[in-house]
């Protein structure tokens, strides 16, 4: 017999984790599966998922800070992400979108029967990258970025701007600089409310803004630059969206 | 004004005359006739404005009076049988336009052998009045406001109802008893939701609903749903439209509870003053709010059936404010029939 699939239960609600190891003890009868840890929202999975060895992770999908599609998003950023099963106990939405990307996903209140045969797929099941970001139908949390095998999570409300070059982007923190592989104008549209395009390659977060000036010193003629918090370095301000220096300046 | 429960919910009564609405549609109608007369009688189509404005100058007295006529009656017409109320209203319509014409015959030179022709126009207007008071009543009436209740009853968030049953089917093994609880708690909302929601309920009843509502999320959020009751001057024999409260918690719970990951603290407070009841339900917001249309129906059914029992006397209204969200009842203070 193979060794027990290792299993990571994700849910903000206590009694459906409860619920959760109930019926993993009953299935374990016929399919061996070990407990390997359990979560009460995504971050806590998220750092479950990295120091320990997980082949399968429960994922609730509405849950608050992170909802469970996002964090299956960040998880596939890892060097063997875990195969993903969602539950939820309803939500059109996503059941939906689930269906029309073959997804698996149990519905609650689960049935260990059920549990079982999806255990037993999730062991050799891929979870499509692309049918998670379309299922993502709020903002994300959280950008990732792996670095050396390990994903880090970098808060959307602590990034100061987002920088194309060539095929990554520059996330820009005050403490440093991360590079994910995403597209910038996907980002845009994701994030509209928290991002604002100054230049073809760069969007910067509205609430960093500070303030904009010219290129060399006050009384100079050159183009507009913006000034964001906790950052020396300065943004350029395109040609094209020179509106918005006005717009934005308070 | 409108103090008295509004009863229109028996098919077939007068309209409240001193309602301003009912007068908006009678004078609105009133004249749409003597337009349309006014189109019938002249030869060249250019004349209609001379036209409408003699019609009018005779229609207007006669309108005007009858207005302060049925609005004065209208107590003792609305406590009549249907039938014998829209005799009256006939007789009553009838009579001022003899009496009109009688007195101010002088004044506004009207042909003395034209009185069977006016009462037979103001005998006519009045019915088709009439009759279009009584359609609109049954288009309002509860019967149809009650199916789309039902309909949203049946929408009760499948999302809490599988959700619970979950949080139930997690203490079966470990706490059977508390299990239990929980069950009867899902059972009498279910009764609540079931139920034949026409009549007032005493508001006692509503709070103990809304106790076994927010005990059932209790179960599956813990400590991060708070609650706050405060109802020392709450008079419990008060009546209010059923499941006017425990709806507007579920949207508290749905919006402002669940999506934060610290505690969040529903509040609501009931109070009685100067003959009205007052309900104040609070709960965090997020501007982030997505999904809101669920919100906005419940909203609506809740204000649809105030309005349906309490007429202009109830209101509703919403705040967001400082990071919380304001749901305001006031309805009147209507007590209990003691049985």
Known sequence: ????????????????????????????????????????????????????????????????????????????????????????????????????????????????????EALARAAHSVTPVAALQDLQQAPRACLSAAERGKVHLIPVEEVLYLRAELKYVTVRTAAREYLIEESLTRLEQEFQDVFVRVHRNCLVARAAIRGFEREGGESGEGPWQVVLADLEERIPVSRRQQHLVRELAR | MARSINHNANTGALPDFRNFGILLRIVLVVNGVALLAALLQVRIIGQWPTQFTENAALVEPLLILSLLVLAAAGGVLRRLPYAAAIVAVLAIELALTAALHTLGRNWFLVDAHALPRWLLIVALTTGMLLVYFDLRGRALSPALAEARLQALQARIRPHFLFNSINAVLSLVRQSPRRAEAALEDLAGLFRALMADNRELTPIAREVELCRQYLDLEQLRLGERLQVEWHIENMAPDALVPPLSLQPLLENAVYHGVEPSEKPGVVSINIYTARDRLHAVLRNPYRATGDHHAGNKMALANIRERLQLHFDVAAELSTRVGDGTYEVRIAMPYVKARKT
């Open chain 1, 1 to 116: 017999m193979s060794a027990p699939l290792r299993v990571l239960i994700v849910d903000d609600e206590a009694p459906a984790r409860s619920r959760m190891r109930d019926l993993l003890a009953d299935v374990s009868v016929e399919l061996p599966v070990t407990i390997a840890g359990e979560a009460a929202n995504g971050r806590e999975a998220l750092g479950l998922a990295q120091s320990g060895e997980i082949d399968v992770v429960l994922l609730d999908v509405r849950m608050p800070g992170m909802d469970g599609i996002e964090v299956a998003q960040h998880l596939q950023k890892m060097q063997r992400p875990p195969a993903v099963i969602f539950a939820t106990a309803y939500d059109a939405y996503a059941i939906r979108a689930f269906d029309l990307h073959a997804v698996d996903y149990l519905l609650k209140p689960i049935r260990a029967a059920r549990l079982q």
